[in-house]
T-cell receptor
Framework: AQSVTQLDSHVSVSEGTPVLLRCNYS??????LFWYVQHPNKGLQLLLK??????LVKGINGFEAEFKKSETSFHLTKPSAHMSDAAEYFC??????????FGTGTRLTIIP | EPEVTQTPSHQVTQMGQEVILRCVPI?????FYWYRQILGQKVEFLVS????????KSEIFDDQFSVERPDGSNFTLKIRSTKLEDSAMYFC???????????????????FGEGSRLTVL
């Protein structure tokens, strides 16, 4: 069985400051891990993915995530938040059959 | 840029009525999925579909649900007799299955539509 835990349901940061969205995973296999973003009234967009290559993964819009097997973590970071980053972020784990298991989501609010 | 499209964007129905949600996956994709998100809850897997048959389904996907690919382009989700608890956002997704390392050759890089919001009264 696989699961993800997003440790924060809501994160608020000021524009221009760093963003950290935390995710821990559990998987019986070497997992594939993803971060998806959902802007209001929009679909789910892939931000980045980890599939057993480099442990530091770079995604779109300046986001990156580091896979740490020893900590079973895959935290999402961005050095400087922008107003357009305000959205819901989902950490996702995939099993060998590509069934995605989503976390509960973290709502990111950017303070002007 | 190719995208997954879903219709309708919002449907309101009475309990007990049949609903069909439609999806047009990206044209060269081979694997298709339905997920749903009940308001305030996590996104949940419903069903995956490959080679004109269901490859996996969740416990949620009971006999009231069915999927089909009637014409080679559309991918539909039918709920035969809707219940109040079926109210949710339903997301269709697809992938080409060529770029990954998973069992089915996928990475799980699914392309999602914008969703169909179903409200059951």
């Amino acid at each position: 069985a696989q699961s993800v835990t997003q440790l924060d349901s809501h994160v608020s940061v000021s524009e221009g400051t760093p963003v950290l969205l935390r995710c821990n995973y559990s998987s019986s296999y070497s997992p594939s891990l993803f971060w998806y973003v959902q802007h209001p009234n929009k679909g789910l967009q892939l931000l980045l993915k980890y599939t057993s290559a480099a442990t530091l993964v770079k995604g779109i819009n300046g986001f990156e995530a580091e896979f740490k097997k020893s900590e079973t973590s895959f935290h999402l970071t961005k050095p400087s938040a922008h107003m357009s980053d305000a959205a819901e972020y989902f950490c996702v784990v995939s099993d060998l059959r590509e069934k995605l298991t989503f976390g509960t989501g973290t709502r990111l609010t950017i303070i002007p | 840029e190719p995208e997954v499209t879903q219709t309708p964007s919002h449907q309101v129905t009475q309990m007990g009525q049949e609903v069909i949600l439609r999806c047009v996956p990206i044209s060269n994709h081979l694997y298709f999925y339905w997920y749903r998100q009940i308001l305030g809850q996590k996104v949940e897997f419903l069903v995956s579909f490959y080679n004109n048959e269901i490859s996996e389904k969740s416990e949620i996907f009971d006999d009231q649900f069915s999927v089909e690919r009637p014409d080679g382009s559309n991918f539909t989700l039918k709920i035969r007799s809707t219940k109040l608890e079926d109210s949710a956002m339903y997301f269709c997704a697809s992938t080409d299955g060529k770029s990954g390392t998973g069992f089915w050759g996928n990475t799980g890089e699914l392309f999602f539509g914008e969703g169909s919001r179903l409200t059951v009264l």
